[in-house]
């Protein structure tokens, strides 16, 4: 796959050490950065052979046959524009945009154009997250009751996160985009999002945008989604999912705690730890970041459904929704309200309420909870269904 | 200390190990059961002279020093009332009251009648809270942002715990008591906690009472504190807390991973795995129950602080308090508003506002970040106090 | 408990810590030490009435029940000794002499006198080892085919130990002693070690003895036990022992990773982490160490024995034992060959031989593994009885 | 790069897997098995063009440019002949051989042959221990001390490694070829291995070869080797490293604790989990095994080199050094005695001592230890440097 690469900073610098990495067959032959400087080192870098400041230049080549963006979030109408007016297949970073009009002007002309569209969120991509999505798609978890996921670290890589203007939000749109899809997809995507409580603040930071969030968001099934973000974190890069279903638990840490310990006194000057805030004492590496990450899977995704025609996993469609839940965030922040999700476009599962399945234990009880006692005892708690009194019973 | 210990149930039994295992000089010398079979056979097992199933007539005996509640949660009240009837040492069971009425009434009670008073809330008291507790007084962690306790399980073991008459509520009030009183510790005990913002829901279990819920306390200096409560969580016992501050972070996992693994396949018929959801495969038992819960440093603190005429670590006060922020919980989750903290009794510090503290690099900027970067180059991201303006600076 | 402590250091404090902390009913009645100031400051600091630089005036006393060894290796036979003289029940540190002979002497000292006696090895009452040593004993593991103990810590507190005269060894006699014991009683403290094989180098410190050694001990049954011990760790103390066995596994981390971590920039000049190597980064506390390393646990045990008149769980005859197989292992790392245990007095059970528990699958065959494979198909593998051919059969 | 695959078993297709998965380039371009089905299945599977049961006719074709030896041990050496006899570059699986003198017979073919050869040891290839080498590289750990390796599982998948003549040996071979290179490549792939003390039995499984071993390799420099194999783990597949040095440790886990956590109930019938002992309870899956374990990086740089013109990381003279050290390990095993390392091929550096680096406190004096004390107080521990005494030294 022939790649156009707009964006030549830290993400489009990470996007091109797993494009053109490992084994792969795929090459970025266009390059679009803002500063000539940085197109030119970039194309040395990865030995692309068009550079350009201008992005229609980049775009409107006959051998691209995919765009990438990887440029500040204010940029990505603009390049989606130009994708669909040169016809060219795209795939965006993520947020899709700074909010849910920008993500569904993008989407309503990518669709009318009919070029292919992807959602760089990597994070529905990395192993952990396909292996545990398989399992609660096969059943392991029963019924998804509650999905958190929590992305802290200490503030991003480059300046224009800081900025409204340019990055449309602080790190509810930078992480909760992430968060919001990743707890979407474990209670299902077919699921519709329904309401949104925000609490958002800045606790740290010189800002006007929010530093910390948590929100919780509320599907139409009564399953719950939780998020918390937050640029004050110290100690690293804290990525981490929870999922509750009632028959079972998933636990997954992407980055702090991944089986990689190590303590150093920190005595050798030249040792660098990347990314730890420290580089002395008990550092907490991770082995491959890009395949940890998800952008190895992610890409592979992307092109193998380019390649046959189809839909990758994550769409333009997909963008949309997570920029209009994190809309209500926004404005729940604000409204200390819960606040509707606006969809105006939707197309999975309409009408469903909250699911029943109460256990029975014989015709005129329900069971509660069967339990194993302190002193080696089963031990049935049961409700009465008609007076509704709850009473234990022991079992021999 | 001897000790008339009220209720027979599994709490009490778990008091009992604490109080009279070890090396302990403690003695209960008083039983109380509603039931009579239960008050005997308590008194065989832990060797206690005196049984009875009147409560005032097991709390009015001369070699009473303290009185232990052990009772079902709409029992308290009473219990206390009777301890102040004949000026005895009380002290109770969490939560404290049903409701912020009951444990008003009780807080003024013992106050008037001048007993001395402690709330048995033994998370606060566990080995890890205490250490972590005394690093966060002394500045480990920098100003105190945000924490969160979580206490999730399978349900609870007696079936009173079921009832909504005799609990007074659902997870909210049996698992978010120890959750609030955790998180306001170490936000401190002095700051005073505004409102509150609850999700809360039957999910699973055949009951009124809720069976999952989540909230935000936030309080008057901008921290915010965050519980995790659930009846239907599957996997065992799962008792986490997360502080974040400026300076540093603490995870601290009580229960289910703490350093002991434990793989079998269950061949041996007669194994018995203890609070495990299963006694196969991989279990993580913990060490010594009582002492990693708080119960013992509890009592020592109670019983130390009774000798040496002086209050407790926790009183009815602190019971008092807590029920409140929950009284607001249950309000909120009805409401889906933030609801105020409706504190009529307030001893600690008023008036604060919201911190702010943020860092100069020089006299015309502040420091919003400095980090090495993926290049091993240090970056400062400065924030321009007159312009607002955001931008990168590298450092040689 | 009326009890004399000899020995005011590092390790007579921790165990009156332990002895009068908590609720305890135990009191140290008599203290001596080396140094009138070190006698003076303990008897302060603990409320002791007595305290003398003369040993035999310290356990002379009619008040004193049990005498505590807290000293140096070199003085542990001479302290046994005055208290058969003087015919006081006698607990010792470990380990209890500095090589077979010394332990020996004190062993057929004890018993001639017919005093109470206890070998107070503390790892052996950790809360997690107590319960993993139940679930061992019930069955979980199957038959025990392997144990092994590490304990690695940057060397110990006190000069003496540094010092061979004192000490008696290096790394393997201050922390091979913990490691045998704890081994031997997973395996079975009836089951007779025969022969052991080590290495031991001094690899860093300046010092004779050697300061870091693994070695291996082969029990009459076939078991194999081992243990690393080093004075050369960076990181902290690591404390952690691994069991395999025919039906399970057990991993248990007593220090280093018991579910507290904190992550601190340490910029609060007064915060002080105790035990760690450093007080920045991240780091892991334990909660309340006097429990998790087993002090409380093993006083209870020594004391209830007796009181009861019974034999606590470790006497001087497992002592004995211990320093006979570190003699050993000192041999060994010698001479370079398989040393046998050179056992004058064994009591447990003799001439057992390699046990064999060949699985069946049918009359012809043995079943030598069963699993699902990557696809999906259950597969047995199979040896035939006769001709010893090994093969595949799928099951469906 | 186009590949001719000798082997459709387990490993061939896990091969086939990295080889031909993500957005590789890389074809495989013929198969050999020595069932016809298998070939064909494997063919059919992988789009292969070309399959046979005749080893030299899957060779010998012109389009193939590198051949994969994926077949049982006692196979390799015929096929690295015919690899040499028509020209072709190869890459063979783990072991090289089933002893060293098989070892350097290959070795020395393909050097006579100048053909390009690659040792796929995949687990100096994983993410993980790429980056822990990389510290170690850079000094994070000073002077390496001592690497451990451990890998046991519950037994092999094939039959064949279960029979003595094909396999060559049992677990020492199969899984300690692994820890071998592992530990060698942190202690220095220049440092001559010089003496192996191993003890193996048979504890469990009716076979003829050792399905339990421990070893220890000393090198030339002091430095010590372990590694810790094992067919009779239960709880799934154990793979960690370790590694001590003078300035810090590295601890890392593979496999079964990687930051993947899920509990189920596994009431849902169809779902399987995979690897795991059991399909219930706690399980802890690994997100993508192929990644995790080396193959992806491991072909990388096999390939990446083969373009080239250069080595790749590992080649026949590793798998050689690897087969030699596992023979003295299998004849100590029979001797009890430490056995020499029997190198007739070495390249790395002669002549070493055991490294000494004692630590200067001033011009009389060496450093034994520095620590902050329980109470506070910074103690130095010093050695005289003409008397020895050994001393502490408080400093203020």
Not at 241 to 266: A, K, P, Q
Not at 387 to 393: L, M, V
Request: charge should be negative; aromatic fraction near 10%; proline fraction near 3%.
């Amino acid at each position: 796959m022939n790649i156009a690469m707009l964006g030549s900073g830290f993400i489009g610098r990470f996007y091109a050490d797993s494009l053109q990495g490992y084994r792969n067959k795929d090459k970025i032959v266009s390059i679009y950065s803002r500063k000539e400087e940085s197109a030119r080192k970039f194309a040395k870098d990865y030995a692309v052979n068009f550079s350009a400041t201008n992005m229609e230049a980049a775009i409107n080549r006959p051998e691209v046959e995919v765009v990438c963006i990887a440029l500040p979030n204010n940029l990505h109408e603009e390049a989606v524009m130009l994708c669909c007016k040169h016809h060219k297949a795209v795939i965006s970073t993520k947020p899709l945009g700074r909010n849910a009009g920008e993500s569904k002007r993008m989407l309503e002309a990518v669709e009318k154009a009919g070029v292919f569209n992807g959602y760089l969120e990597d994070l529905v991509y990395t192993p952990k997250f396909i292996k545990a999505y398989e399992s609660v798609k096969n059943g392991a978890l029963g019924r998804i009751l509650w999905a958190k996921s929590r992305e802290t670290h200490p503030g991003p890589h480059s300046d224009w996160f800081w900025d409204m203007e340019q990055a449309g939000g602080g790190c509810i749109l930078d992480l909760g985009c992430h968060c919001v899809e990743i707890t979407r997809s474990y209670i299902g995507k077919d699921i519709k999002p329904v309401e949104v409580m925000c609490w958002a603040d800045t606790q740290v930071k010189p800002i006007d945008a929010e530093d910390h969030a948590i929100a919780l968001v509320k599907y139409e099934n009564g399953s719950i989604a939780q998020f918390e973000v937050s640029w004050t974190f110290r100690g690293g890069l804290d990525l981490r999912d929870e999922v509750m279903g009632t028959e079972g638990t998933i636990w997954i840490n992407s980055f702090l705690r991944t089986g990689f310990e190590m303590f150093t006194t920190g005595k050798s000057a030249d040792y660098v730890a990347e990314k730890a805030e420290s580089n002395s004492g008990w550092l907490f590496p991770v082995g491959d970041e890009l395949n940890e990450l998800g952008y190895n899977h992610m890409f592979m995704d992307m092109f193998n459904a380019l390649e046959k025609g189809i839909q990758p996993k994550e769409t333009f469609y997909d963008g949309y929704i997570v920029n209009t839940v994190l809309d209500a965030a926004y404005k729940s922040a604000k409204t200390k309200q819960w606040e509707p999700v606006a969809l105006d476009i939707w197309r999975g599962r309409i009408g469903l309420s909250k699911d029943h399945h109460l256990t029975e234990y014989d015709a005129d009880h329900y069971l509660v909870k069967e339990e194993v006692t302190h002193y080696g005892v089963k031990k049935l708690i049961l409700k009465n269904k008609k007076t509704g009194k709850i009473f234990e019973k022991e079992v021999k």
